[in-house]
Nanobody, 116 residues
Framework: QVQLVEDGGGLVQAGGSLRLSCAAS????????IGWYRQAPGQQRELVAS???????TYVDAVKGRFTISRDNAKNTVYLQMNSLKPEDTAVYYC??????????WGQGTQVTVSS
């Protein structure tokens, strides 16, 4: 079992920055990758960025150059630094852990609202 707790959402003006954190606990040694997803009202949940246990990162085109995903292994925490935020980044952001036994775990989500 893996537990995920997100933090760092909030309200920010367009052009501003936020940093989300995802703290993992439990059987963290089985985590193969952690991703940040987001879901806007009426939209499907989409993968925004991910980082593997070896440090490989991926980003959706809409956030490339603005968002950075990173990890602190000592703290079992993954971060999503979001810069140059746009109103279209407004969504609930979810942390997801994909494990080596092909199981997905989700955090509770954190709201990010970007005002224009």
């Amino acid at each position: 079992q893996v537990q995920l707790v997100e933090d760092g959402g909030g309200l920010v003006q367009a052009g501003g920055s936020l940093r989300l954190s995802c703290a993992a606990s439990g059987s963290t040694f089985i985590i193969a990758a952690i991703g940040w997803y987001r879901q806007a009202p009426g939209q499907q949940r989409e993968l925004v960025a991910s980082i593997t246990s070896t440090g490989t990162t991926t980003y959706v085109d809409a956030v490339k150059g603005r968002f950075t995903i990173s990890r602190d292994n000592a703290k079992n925490t993954v971060y999503l630094q979001m810069n140059s935020l746009k109103p279209e980044d407004t969504a609930v952001y979810y942390c997801n852990a994909y494990t080596m036994n092909y199981v997905y775990y989700w955090g509770q989500g954190t709201q990010v609202t970007v005002s224009s």
